[in-house]
């Protein structure tokens, strides 16, 4: 029998230094992962560029992504689908609760 998990259990109060990152479920040609971001941000100088394309759904809290042309405002419920090469930087996430990140990685 299957075991049952909740996406926003076992969140920790804070967390200091890097984001919570697990992987949920990985195959040959998926990958998704839960992240839980608390005022994390990427470096100034780091951009993601990933092989794979990105559909990112934000479960809880408030995040900006950085694009080389628009800057995006997400809110709690709002997903997006970043293609594969698609340079992008997170640029903000909420301070004061974590943020619920559902990212699967696809081909």
Same mark, same amino acid.
């Given at each position: 029998?299957?075991?049952?998990?909740?996406?926003? @259990?076992? !969140?920790?109060?804070?967390?200091? $230094?890097?984001?919570? /990152?697990?992987?949920?479920? !990985?195959?040959?040609?998926?990958? !998704? *992962?839960?992240? &839980?971001?608390? @005022?994390?941000?990427?470096?100034? *100088?780091?951009?993601?560029?990933?092989?794979?394309?990105?559909?990112?759904?934000?479960?809880? @809290?408030?995040?900006?992504?950085?694009?080389?042309?628009?800057?995006?405002? /997400?809110?709690? @419920? $709002?997903? &997006?689908?970043?293609?594969?090469?698609?340079?992008?930087?997170?640029?903000?996430?909420?301070?004061?609760?974590?943020?619920?990140?559902?990212? !699967?990685?696809? $081909?």
């Amino acid at each position: 029998m299957p075991d049952l998990t909740n996406i926003l @259990g076992d !969140i920790p109060p804070t967390i200091r $230094d890097d984001e919570l /990152l697990q992987t949920l479920l !990985i195959t040959a040609s998926l990958r !998704i *992962e839960r992240i &839980v971001s608390h @005022g994390h941000h990427s470096p100034a *100088e780091f951009w993601y560029d990933q092989p794979r394309s990105e559909w990112v759904l934000l479960i809880q @809290g408030a995040a900006r992504l950085r694009f080389d042309d628009r800057v995006l405002e /997400l809110r709690t @419920g $709002d997903f &997006v689908e970043i293609p594969a090469h698609q340079r992008h930087q997170v640029e903000w996430t909420t301070p004061d609760e974590p943020t619920i990140w559902l990212a !699967i990685h696809h $081909d």
